[in-house]
């Protein structure tokens, strides 16, 4: 059964992303018989002056598989103990015979909300877990539920997201809205019919009908939507959000999105006055540097290694940070706190910043409708610099933003000005591997590795450095080995990934058995070894075929330098053919040349690839050229040296 969640959902790290959806990502493909039919789905939701709400969903819900049976026997609610109530109203099966069988109280849980990263998260909202009984294919799911907040996030305000991508067919679904007289809400709505207000059937529950009711009788105005989907939709890879797809209904009571940041504002800035002991502590960091970059990067860096992440969601906790001397009192906090820390601090040795809103994950655009949805972290603004800094992201260096937050739409806290954070280049996302390998008699391959990463790889590399440090060494390197079927020994060796005031430094040490088989004749492939293997990653699974929705493309420049010393003994009958593939702005090129010096072959290897898209949004033609790239690069890797 799809889980419907109450609407302030606190993803990871949220300014706060009112999300409510109504039917989550299917985990199994969409086939002609789907698990689960969302049979029917009313909402009524009537809406106070000061932007509190009462919400009263019906919904019926038909398993149509085994597979339903296993994975939708239950249903899920989220909500809020310190702002909301929460009701079960109605629960039961409808079994395919029309017996119907009630859910035992004590198969409606309670619980302590689940975490959705790995960071630590603690929250006073619940789960409220509902088993449903004696179900098989053809059942009926049937709840009727009822959510009461006390409160708005913003009093006087009233925000709402809906959404949904149509994992699963729906065949009617309602939302029923009685807004108070007082409230001008702005709307946007996406794959919505607007709807006439209608009673509600008498075999709606008739809490639900005596709520819309009594909301008619005040004078409350109606907005109605409703659709239906016939044909479930797949969710694609790497699938880009533009807010064109799926169906979406936004409203909210802020003006704009200057309004809207000005409200998350107005509790954000007296978070960050400086107490003694934070401005004590950014002036010692910033002492004998005479530049704002270096006084804010050496600020950056020590909130970034010694705050670490932990959300505290509890009543408004998810909109409002805590204060900065708490905040570097317990070395603790999510990515609103390290912003406040970081502004506290850069304000006591005289540079000013500011928070700005911005989306983690997919969404790559900016609603018409200010409300937080899509805006789930935050990151600081530095003026002076033109400057954007992710302080929660621990291995990202100063001035670089990790790539979930790059050529995204952001609202500025501060100025209430909308930007867009800066596109990657891809030289500014390097990844550049040179190798030395030897061939001994006994047909080993000893090899030499260094590595240079700037940007997002540099990133990625820090964090995986960081996770194996307290691994076997052996055991890391024999897993990586086996990856590309390789058989061997080695050690990898870098510099402290923790330490963000010196570039970071990549190298390894290996040995490879039974890679060439000598005496001759025969042949083998260039192997990736202890490296890496960024580009060979790239060939491991085949790309998507029928894309239908702009994807996520990050743009980068893979460079791989190799020296082969072949020794004097092998005797090279072919080499692997040069390559050169340019499609769009995907570039892909090999070289192999040998030489002869003194008796003692080598051969010399250079691979580049390039990846230059506009932005971070590819268009659904360029999959076409990255299939392409996919076969040139796969054979490419694949070629063999042949020898006698």
């Not at 030897?438 to 030499?448: A, F, T």
Request: hydrophobic fraction near 35%; aromatic fraction near 8%; glycine fraction near 4%.
């Amino acid at each position: 059964m799809p889980q419907r969640r109450s609407r302030l959902s606190l993803v990871v790290c949220a300014a706060a992303l009112l999300l409510n959806t109504l039917a989550a990502a299917a985990s199994q493909a969409v086939t002609a018989s789907t698990p689960l039919v969302i049979e029917r789905m009313i909402y009524t939701f009537v809406v106070e002056a000061n932007g509190s709400s009462r919400e009263i969903l019906t919904s019926v819900d038909r398993i149509t598989s085994e597979l339903g049976v296993i994975d939708y026997s239950e249903a899920s609610f989220n909500f809020s103990t310190s702002k909301s109530s929460f009701k079960v109203h109605e629960a039961y099966t409808l079994t395919p015979r029309g017996e119907r069988v009630n859910v035992p109280e004590r198969a409606i849980r309670y619980v302590d909300e689940a975490s959705d990263s790995d960071a630590s998260m603690f929250t006073d909202r619940k789960d409220v877990v509902i088993v449903f009984p004696n179900t098989s294919v053809g059942s009926r799911l049937v709840t009727v539920t009822e959510e009461q907040s006390q409160r708005s996030a913003y009093p006087g305000h009233y925000t709402l997201a809906l959404s949904s991508k149509n994992r699963y067919i729906a065949e009617y679904v309602e939302h029923r809205f009685f807004i108070h007289p007082k409230l001008a809400l702005a709307q946007h709505s996406v794959g919505l019919e607007n709807t006439q207000y209608s009673p509600l059937p008498k075999s709606i529950n008739p809490t639900q009908r005596q709520a819309e009711l009594t909301a008619l009788n005040k004078g409350y105005k109606f907005l109605g939507f409703q659709f239906q989907n016939e044909k479930p939709q797949r969710a694609e890879p790497e699938e880009a959000d533009l807010g064109e797809s799926g169906t979406l209904l936004l409203l909210s009571t802020f003006k704009d999105h200057a309004a809207l940041a000005k409200r998350y504002q107005q509790d954000a800035r007296p978070k960050t006055k400086a107490s003694a002991a934070v401005a004590k502590k950014a002036r010692e960091l910033s002492a004998g540097l005479t530049t704002d970059y270096d006084k804010a990067k050496a600020i950056y860096n020590w909130i970034n290694q010694n705050i670490r992440y932990v959300a505290i969601y509890l009543d408004n906790g998810g909109l409002v940070p805590n204060t900065a001397e708490s905040i570097f009192r317990n070395r603790y906090g999510d990515c609103k706190d390290h912003v406040v820390l970081l502004e506290s601090m850069l304000r006591a040795v005289g540079i000013e910043s500011e928070p700005v809103l911005v989306n983690s994950g997919t969404h790559y655009h900016l609603p018409p409708v200010a409300l937080v949805y899509p805006f789930n972290h935050v990151i600081s603004f530095i003026p002076v610099l033109n400057l954007y800094a992710d302080p929660t992201a621990q291995f990202s260096p100063f001035g670089i933003l990790p790539f979930e937050v790059s050529d995204k739409p952001v609202v500025h806290a501060q100025s209430g000005r909308t930007a867009r954070t800066p596109v990657y280049t891809a030289e500014s996302n390097l990844g550049r591997t040179r190798v030395q390998l030897r061939l001994d008699s006994e047909g080993v391959i000893h090899g030499n590795v260094s590595v240079e990463v700037k940007g997002n790889a540099e990133m990625l590399s820090r964090t995986l450095a960081f996770e194996r440090q307290d691994s076997d060494p052996g055991r890391v390197s024999q897993r990586l080995l086996a990856t590309n079927r390789e058989i061997g020994t080695g050690q990898i060796f870098n510099s402290d990934p923790r330490d963000m005031s010196i570039p970071f430094k990549l190298g390894s040490e290996f040995q490879l058995e039974s890679h060439v088989d000598l005496p001759g004749p025969g042949a083998f492939t260039i192997p990736v070894g202890l490296t890496p293997a960024m580009l060979a990653s790239r060939v491991i699974r085949k790309p998507p075929e029928n894309r239908t929705k702009p994807f996520t493309c990050e743009p980068e420049l893979i460079e791989e330098y190799i020296s082969f010393d072949l020794g004097s003994k092998l005797s090279i009958s072919r080499l692997p053919q040069d390559v050169s593939f340019s499609a769009g702005r995907l570039k892909y090129q090999s070289s192999y040349r040998l030489t002869d010096s003194e008796g003692r072959k080598k051969l010399d290897v250079t691979r580049i690839l390039e990846v230059r898209p506009e932005s971070h949004v590819c268009a659904v033609e360029t999959q076409a050229h990255v299939q392409e790239l996919f076969s040139v690069m796969r054979r490419d890797l694949r070629q063999l040296i042949f020898y006698e």
